[in-house]
């Protein structure tokens, strides 16, 4: 369950605008070969409560400078199933829900969502937060690591959902391999699958 901290954001809708993250200095040593392309799953849901679900790597390293293009797609939902279905007493649903996860996580519930890895547009919430926020609204707990330090790679100023729950972007790699995690200080009752690929861009782009 995501514990809910306030966000200030613009409320201007616009396109995700790709990131550029620099490389973080880091003393680790790379592994494997240099990264062309590869794909990852990043899953929302994670027995232990230790602050994120994952992190997840790459297998090979990115290249130092080299430019990437990092695709990221699905739903998820930061609330146990039954929270969605029949909230108690002093809770609504607040937002427009989807029924289901794009790629479910094998072995939970495939209920109601309303994140990814750019917005939040539905959640289980008290009527008087809800009416206090402003759905859907930027979201910042999808991060990635090139080196050391993990950030979000978007704008964060995105207000609306992609249709699709697509999203691109570009960053630096740092001769490392890359990590992707989802802040959560209780993973244990999510549900739903991040699908990434990560691509090497040609110098021409």
Excluded at 34 to 63: I, K, N
Excluded at 81 to 100: D, F, H, N, S
Aim: positive net charge.
């Amino acid at each position: 369950m995501m514990v809910w901290r306030c966000m200030t954001a613009a409320a201007v809708a616009i396109s995700v605008s790709p990131a550029v993250i620099a490389p973080a200095m880091s003393e680790a040593a790379p592994r494997g070969g240099v990264l062309r392309f590869e794909r990852l799953t990043l899953d929302s849901h994670e027995p232990r409560d230790d602050g994120a679900a994952g992190p997840v790597r790459t297998q090979r390293r990115l290249q130092r400078r080299a430019r990437y293009l990092v695709t990221v797609q699905g739903s998820l939902s930061y609330y146990p199933q039954a929270l969605w279905v029949t909230p108690p007493a002093g809770q609504i649903v607040c937002g427009r829900p989807e029924p289901r996860p794009m790629y479910p996580s094998p072995g939970q519930p495939a209920g109601p969502v309303g994140f990814d890895a750019e917005t939040m547009y539905a959640l289980p919430t008290r009527p008087a937060h809800c009416n206090r926020l402003d759905l859907p609204t930027p979201w910042r707990n999808f991060q990635i690591a090139t080196g050391s330090r993990f950030t979000h790679p978007g704008s964060g100023r995105r207000t609306r959902p992609s249709r699709a729950h697509r999203y691109r972007y570009r960053i630096q790699g740092s001769g490392r391999p890359l990590r992707l995690r989802l802040v959560d200080s209780e993973a244990s009752d999510n549900y739903g699958r991040l699908k990434v690929t990560v691509r090497r861009l040609s110098r021409a782009r």
